[in-house]
């Protein structure tokens, strides 16, 4: 297949499918930017939260970066959280972003995010939706997380 968005893009990727499926041995080579909800709310704390909703954002604040003692909802990592029921099981949907596209942590922390929030009671499966819109700066970090960082050793 010939495609005109990236000649990078080995002809077993189709660039215009919404999920970047892996062919045995090969890695995802794209990530897809598609025009998403606006976030009046963010940074998103949780705050007013109840049930495992609450439960979710309390697990949410459990996870630190991999590259400072500081939680990635204090980051503004975390734009908004929602548990649903769906064919029977109860879904934890996560939307998150990144302070970067190319974050080297991107895999680990979606990875240890799911895993944590699978482990709370009353969800059945974690749902991850990666978001960058808006971008992440410096303004979406909580007040706590300005503290951890400055802390931390970082001057913001």
Known sequence: MSNAYDTD??????????DCVEPAGEACVYTEYVEGEAYDDVPATGEGAEGVERDVWDTLYGIEDPEMPVSIVDLGLIYGVSVDADDGETVATVDMTLTYSGCPARDMLQDQMREAVEAVDGVDRADLRLVWSPEWNLELVTEQGKQDLREFGLSI
């Open 9 to 18: 893009i080995p002809d077993s990727v189709d660039p215009v499918d919404d």
